[in-house]
């Protein structure tokens, strides 16, 4: 689930982000992680995908000026699609 999620980033993830210090993050924006998406049996909202996003724009920042690539990948919930994406725009915007 999305706290699982999140604690495993902040103890694994962020960290060796911030030790190589990037120029440039790339993200594979895949939504089928989402609760409503039964292709992958994971339980994120777009509120997690929001802030993995917000994290990630942070690092971002810090390091590489902001830069980041973001591609989508997919998801199959329609819905539940266009509001993860909604959210992770906005993340990448700081909106």
């Keep these: 689930d999305g706290a699982h999620m ?3 980033y902040e103890a694994e993830v962020f960290p060796r982000l911030r ?3 990037p120029e ?3 993200i594979s924006a895949g939504f089928d992680a989402h609760i409503e998406d039964d292709m992958s049996h994971v339980s994120l909202t777009e509120g997690d995908y929001r802030w ?3 994290e990630l724009r942070t690092i971002a920042l810090e390091f590489g000026q902001g830069r980041i690539v ?3 990948e997919g998801g199959y ?12 725009i906005n993340g990448l ?3």
């Design 77 to 88: 919930n329609l819905g539940a699609l266009g509001r993860s994406v909604v959210a992770h």
């Design 70 to 72: 973001s591609v989508l």
């Design 93 to 95: 915007i700081g909106n």
């Design 19 to 21: 030790a190589f210090k």
């Design 6 to 8: 999140r604690e495993r």
């Design 24 to 26: 440039m993050i790339f």
């Design 52 to 54: 993995v996003t917000d």
